[in-house]
């Protein structure tokens, strides 16, 4: 019986808004997935790095589990690669907690690390308590360097050797799709028997169709076509490339509209936001394209619903949550073809997959979308059947089959 589950994630809070700084995607999969777990009766903890002095040490979530502020290192945020120097600090912290948890009744404890330096924390943790293992990456250092912008600096080999042996030593590692499962076995040498696939979910009751009318009026827009592109705003969610591809879709349809959802995030965010205004500026796209800023989560649907296509041109994703979630809505989707988006979205059926990072291609997929009004309802109901893939209980109920795996040897 599983009685617990410890999800580790050093880096990021799963209270903090996806968005700002290192907030994305993985911060909302540590949030509903500890949300699920909790429905299904099993406690739940996420123990984090400390960086806002003004947040409790133990907070209860009004979805049921708790958050605890580890004090590892300066009571700021940090950036990532500075972080491995507080690893041990934060294991040894961790580890005394679990422990003094593990004896409070039976049934197992479950290890959940999320990100190569909760994996190196969960390594150690792993190692005093032998409670089993689980790692999620969510991003891989050598697929990052595969498809990096040229110019931009390589993942340091700490990353590298340190997710080398997160994977050798884990009882299970999760991949979000096939992809990242052959990525583990051909970049790392994971053996195949520990891999494990498990798409992440989306909540399906919030992100769902709604009237694209009333959320335009809500945001104050009128009925001209509408680009939307929801991300950190850093090199590797290719908004330049999204901005550049704008530029050519207006050159057909001029009274388009482009929507930025999302803030800085890494060490260059700042300067890689500034580049890209300067960018829109040159083009005359200023008046077109609208900085929306960071929205909380439950607000996206309100963007994907007002728009009439979501872009997407990541250098690389494990899995793409954002295409899913706007296909929750019923948007078409026009995105790299890399990673878990090839499988996240189906070409020709709920949008359009690209290959590399061409402006002039991605302009063509946008406008096949916005063109097109027969053909944009047919992707509709595509995305809308792909949407619906993503529910939080299967991906929950494969889960917890994953660790009953590991609980008795066989995973």
Sequence with gaps: MIRKVVFLSMHTSPLDRPGV??????????????????????????????????????????????????????????????????????????????????????GTVILHSHYW???????????????????????LGRVKDATRRPGQPSEPLYRIAAEREVIARSDCVIASTEHEALELIERYGADPSRVCVNPPG???????????????????????????????????????????????????????????????????????????????????????????????????????????????????????LVAAEAQGVGLPVVAANVGGLRYVVEDGVSGFLVDGWEPPDYAKALLRVLDGAAYRDELIRGALAAGRRYGWEAATDRLLELYRGITDGSG
Aim: hydrophobic share 40%; aromatic share 6%; proline share 7%.
């Design 202 to 320: 989306i909540d399906l009751t919030l992100f769902r169709p709604g009237d694209r009318r009333e959320a335009r009026r809500r945001l104050g827009l009128d009925d001209a076509p509408t680009v939307l592109f929801v991300g950190r705003i850093q090199a590797l969610k290719g908004l330049d490339v999204a901005v550049a591809a704008f530029g050519m879709v207006r050159d057909h349809l001029p009274d388009a509209r482009m929507m930025v959802v999302g803030g800085p995030s890494g060490p260059s965010g700042i300067e890689e936001e500034l580049e890209i205004r300067q960018l829109a500026a040159r083009s005359g796209l200023e008046r077109r394209l609208t900085w929306c800023g960071v929205q909380p989560h439950h607000r996206l649907p309100l963007y994907y619903q007002a728009a009439d296509v979501l872009i997407v041109p990541s250098r690389s994703e494990s899995f793409g």
């Design 21 to 106: 700084g290192d907030a994305g995607g993985m911060n909302v999969y540590v949030d509903e997935q500890a949300a699920s777990l909790a429905r299904r009766g099993i406690e739940v903890t996420v123990f984090t790095r400390r960086t806002d002095p003004s947040r409790a040490g133990v907070m209860a979530t009004p979805a049921g589990y708790e958050v605890i502020h580890v004090e590892a290192g300066p009571v700021e945020p940090l950036p990532i690669p500075h972080l491995g120097d507080w690893v041990g600090e934060f294991a040894t912290q961790v580890t005394e907690a679990v422990l003094d948890d593990g004896h409070r009744g039976p």
């Design 117 to 139: 330096l909760s994996g190196w924390t969960g390594l150690l943790v792993k190692q005093v308590t032998g409670f089993p293992l689980a790692n999620s990456f969510h991003t």
